[in-house]
């Protein structure tokens, strides 16, 4: 089991530019959750996407979209980058309906912007 | 909302020295509590949960006990070793219907031979 994958592990940007992140849950899983983890702090919830729907958000700007894919993968796409939007963000997988079950973490993106 | 507090780091010990790191929680229902690890350049990596009060969540040899009374799911370790090196994430797991994750600061446990 490959766990949960994330695509790319670092990607470097330019202000105002567009990024996709990936994300390949854990086998099983049906439900994959987006954080954002700046320096020195703990992740931040994005988004939650479930049965290709996002399901609930944190308190990010519409420049942060997500999409999830039949297979249950998902991507993050973040417009007009700002230098702010520099970050480890983390992919998570879960299996819906299972209560208070464990949420496994893929290794990040580490986004730079310049 | 719902908050999680821990303790700022970070903290410094010797091998085999006891641990604590403290977290509190604020919430308007029943969450469940986490800890999660964090070694250099890597994800989270979940060190133990507890869904109910009084549950003690046990793993590699920390713990920590859901206390309701006190609000509280302080991490526990009786003798760390220098690979427990990391920085440490109490959690809390949201009761709506994504159980979404609300997350602490982090401590950074630094551990000396």
């Known amino acids: 089991d490959a766990g949960v994958t994330q695509s790319p592990t670092h990607l470097i940007k330019t202000r105002g530019q567009q990024v996709t992140l990936r994300c390949s849950p854990k086998?099983?899983?049906?439900?994959v959750s987006w954080y954002q983890q700046a320096l020195g702090q703990g992740p931040q919830f994005i988004f939650q996407?479930?049965?290709?729907?996002?399901?609930q958000r944190g308190n990010f700007p519409d420049r942060f979209s997500g999409h999830q894919f039949p297979n249950y993968s998902s991507e993050l796409n973040v417009n007009a980058l700002l230098l702010g939007d520099s970050a480890l963000y983390l992919c998570?997988?879960?299996?819906?309906?299972?209560?208070?079950?464990?949420?496994?973490f893929g290794q990040g993106t580490r986004l730079t912007v310049v | 909302g719902d908050s999680v507090t821990q303790m700022e780091g970070p903290v410094t010990l010797s091998e085999e020295a006891f641990l604590t790191i403290n977290c509190t929680y604020t919430?308007?229902?029943?969450?469940?509590l986490f800890w999660y690890v964090q070694y250099p350049g890597e994800g989270l990596q979940l060190l133990l949960k507890?869904?109910?009060?009084?549950d003690k969540g046990s793993n590699k040899g920390f713990e920590a006990t859901y206390r309701k009374e006190t609000t509280s799911f302080h991490l526990e370790k009786g003798s760390v070793q220098v690979s427990d090196s990391a920085v440490y994430f109490c959690?809390?797991?949201?009761?709506?219907?994504?159980?979404?994750?609300?997350f602490g600061t982090g401590t950074r446990l630094q551990v000396f031979p």
């Open positions: 919430a308007t229902g029943y969450p469940s």
């Open positions: 996407y479930y049965e290709e729907e996002e399901r």
């Open positions: 507890a869904t109910k009060a009084d």
């Open positions: 998570a997988s879960s299996l819906k309906g299972t209560g208070n079950t464990e949420a496994f």
């Open positions: 959690a809390l797991s949201d009761q709506g219907d994504t159980d979404k994750l609300i």
């Open positions: 086998s099983g899983h049906d439900t």
